[in-house]
């Protein structure tokens, strides 16, 4: 079954403040692991992908995968407004495979 | 630097009518791909095109017709819309050996009534 777990919000925080974003996957076979960012009526963008475990840093995103317990995040420290968005998680089973999976997205505010 | 574009941006069409969504990219890609976005559903893939002159469904298929017309075209197309056609469709392309990136278009907005 390949499924892939979002908690759709909506959640709203404040400027400044660390956001957690999570998913969790039931698919032991996948491999990749990215985080899009969608934001009102545009395309989704990739911000991050890791295929291992552990943590990937990029500016002010952190994406975290922990392959033992099928879950992952994306930490977002001192949120902007341009952060107001919907993230999407995704999931590919291996470098030869074509079917990204997607979480719903979680759909984020920042309030100034 | 134009990336994935797709034509038209917004369409309506009666239930039974036909239409073929237009999708383009410059960035010489290999693969290429067709999503539908629901409220609640997420992204779900359509039909995708691994290489040029070759086609696959993804998980939602019925109802839709592909072409790769050449490296940098791929359209959809709808032979009998219905309203449950009624979406948000994302056009996207990856390089094709190692999909962990792509790029997608803006969408078109479709509405069946």
């Known amino acids: 079954q390949k499924e892939v777990e979002q908690d759709p919000g909506p959640l709203s925080v404040p400027e400044g403040a660390i956001v957690s974003l999570n998913c969790t996957y039931s698919n032991s076979a996948f491999q990749y692991f990215m985080w899009y960012r969608q934001y009102s009526r545009k395309g989704p963008e990739l911000l991050m992908y890791?295929?291992?475990?552990g943590n990937k840093e990029d500016g002010r995103f952190t994406a975290q995968v922990d392959k033992s317990s099928k879950y992952i995040s994306l930490f977002i420290r001192d949120s902007q407004p341009s952060d107001s968005a919907t993230y999407l998680c995704?999931?590919?089973?291996?470098?030869?495979?074509?079917?990204?999976?997607f979480g719903k997205g979680t759909k984020l505010s920042v309030i100034p | 630097n134009a990336g994935v574009t797709q034509t038209p941006k917004f369409q309506v069409l009666k239930t039974g009518q036909s239409m073929t969504l237009q999708c383009a990219q410059d960035?010489?890609?290999?693969?290429m791909y067709w999503y539908r976005q629901d409220p609640g559903m997420g992204l779900r893939l359509i039909y995708y095109?691994?290489?040029?002159?070759?086609?696959d469904k993804g998980e939602v298929p019925n109802g839709y017709n592909v072409s790769r017309l050449n490296k940098r075209e791929f359209s959809l197309r709808l032979e009998s819309a219905a309203p449950s056609q009624t979406s948000v469709y994302f056009c996207a392309s990856s390089r094709g050996t190692s999909n962990t990136e792509a790029f997608f278009g803006q969408g078109t907005r479709l509405t069946v009534v």
């Open positions: 095109s691994a290489s040029e002159g070759t086609t």
């Open positions: 960035m010489n890609h290999n693969s």
């Open positions: 995704a999931d590919l089973e291996g470098a030869g495979s074509y079917q990204l999976t």
């Open positions: 890791t295929y291992s475990s």
